[in-house]
């Protein structure tokens, strides 16, 4: 019988390992160059006829703004280039990966040897041997891992569309603080003018010896607090659009040229009373408090998986040596036996986690509750007081302002008179935004409690956003 020698071994090995790399995947290399991306993020711009586009695409029946952003396009912009959305979109992407690897059984062993004794007689003085381990891969254990694996896509796309009701709150109240500073700020002009004129006319009176010049003071004060106020609402507004653009992730100055357009926003929002099968449908609706069950479920089945490790797992063991000549095909089974308390520690740990979980169902539920109720007092006590100055405070003003006009060209009050009276009138219209404000914000509130708008073109979305597809809409 003729000897085996080292060096066809030494290639049948090398062909082996050849053939194995053959086979495997190679991924290039991605560095991130942060200075790259720094300088795309300061010069990003918004690309309104592409949101526009994806806007017509949510919702086909509703009318899109001439130019501009309104709450529609906003929201289409949140889902499509929100960084904080993509982000939580490629996280659906990494959990569907995953699942796809929690698929695969483990990777069989295997292992070679070599042995070499100088006998002579043996024909050979090889002897070369191989034997793989492969583990069985079946029962509560194999299902528990896949099953985990397919409950984390889920709570991923949860906390996608958590991520986005989140932007798009945030991108509401900016929205709220630009159109409520825009108008703050007109008033105030208007008012910080009539103050002025007001003034002018006292000073005529002080310097005709008709009042004391300390009258003045009080009026200067107010001027110099209406000033401040319009500054502040010029703040506002600029930093309800820094909000919005940050939310978009673009710079600031991306959102110059673009207009934010929100027609009904001085018209009080249309406020249905929040019955319990509202509240019941938003609990049960609630991305957070879903992800709370898809953790209970996981949990679960962690237990699942703890209870079948009180059995043993088992592998196969199957070889094949080769020695001077003759062969053998030894066969092995393996068995991996539990813990010496057969698991029941880890099954306690299991049990007292699933436990845990249950209970922050229960949190997350009365955490939403609390939410919904808390928005929808605070709405009710908005628009009562939007009501009350709509109905009694400004109308009596302007009334008193009319009045006011007529006397003054009946030469029957002074025009200082007739400027408080005109001053009274105006800071009547500032309360009634602050009020408007006040129902606008809360009506935001609400609607992140609840997870669905209320009012406005959102409303006419007729294709979701479906997280279990990464975010891809849908029909």
Request: charged fraction near 20%; glycine fraction near 8%.
């Amino acid at each position: 019988m003729p000897r085996l020698s080292v060096i066809p071994f030494r290639s049948l090995a090398a062909l082996g390992i050849t053939a194995v790399l053959a086979g495997c995947v190679h991924v290039p290399p991605a560095p991130v160059d942060l200075s790259a991306r720094a300088s795309a993020r300061v010069g990003g711009t918004v690309n309104l006829s592409q949101i526009q586009a994806r806007a017509a695409a949510l919702a086909p029946g509703v009318p899109q703004p001439v130019s501009g952003l309104d709450r529609l396009g906003l929201f289409a912009a949140i889902v499509a280039d929100d960084p904080r959305v993509i982000a939580a979109r490629d996280a659906v992407e990494v959990a569907r990966r995953d699942a796809r690897v929690a698929h695969k059984a483990a990777s069989p062993m295997l292992a070679l040897s070599t042995d070499y004794t100088n006998d002579p007689s043996m024909p050979s003085p090889w002897q070369i041997g191989a034997t793989a381990d492969v583990q069985l891969d079946f029962g509560g254990r194999k299902k528990g891992r896949i099953r985990g694996a397919e409950l984390a896509v889920v709570g991923a796309g949860y906390d996608l569309i958590d991520t986005i009701w989140t932007e798009r709150t945030a991108a509401m109240r900016g929205l709220v603080d630009v159109m409520a500073g825009a108008r703050q700020v007109a008033l105030g002009d208007e008012l910080v003018a009539m103050l002025d004129r007001q003034l002018a006319a006292m000073q005529r009176r002080v310097d005709a010896g008709e009042m004391a010049a300390l009258t003045l003071t009080q009026v200067r004060a107010s001027r110099a607090a209406a000033a401040r106020a319009r500054d502040d609402a010029a703040g506002r507004v600029a930093a309800g659009r820094a909000a919005i653009a940050t939310v978009l992730g673009v710079p600031a100055a991306a959102l110059d040229s673009v207009p934010l357009v929100w027609p009904e926003f001085g018209d009080a929002p249309y406020a249905s009373a929040i019955t319990p099968a509202d509240v019941r449908a938003a609990l049960v609706h609630r991305a957070d408090v879903l992800g709370k069950l898809v953790a209970y479920d996981q949990a679960e089945e962690a237990l699942r998986v703890e209870l079948a490790k009180q059995m043993p797992s088992i592998s196969l063991a199957p070889g094949y040596t080769w020695e001077g000549g003759l062969f053998h095909i030894p066969f092995g089974l393996n068995l991996q036996s539990p813990s010496f308390d057969l698991n029941r520690s880890a099954i306690a740990a299991a049990e007292a986690r699933r436990a845990a979980a249950g209970q922050a169902i229960e949190t997350a539920l009365a955490d939403a509750q609390g939410a919904i109720d808390a928005a929808a007092s605070e709405r009710r006590a908005a628009q009562t007081a939007l009501l009350r100055l709509q109905t009694e405070e400004l109308p009596q003003a302007r009334r008193a302002a009319d009045r006011a006009d007529t006397q003054l060209h009946l030469g029957t009050i002074d025009r200082a008179d007739w400027a408080a009276l005109k001053v009274t009138e105006i800071a009547a219209r500032l309360a009634a935004v602050d009020a408007l404000v006040r129902l606008r914000s809360a009506q935001v509130t609400l609607e992140a409690a609840l997870r669905r708008p209320l009012d406005g073109p959102e409303t006419g979305i007729s294709v979701r956003t479906d997280p279990a597809l990464g975010g891809v809409i849908q029909p």
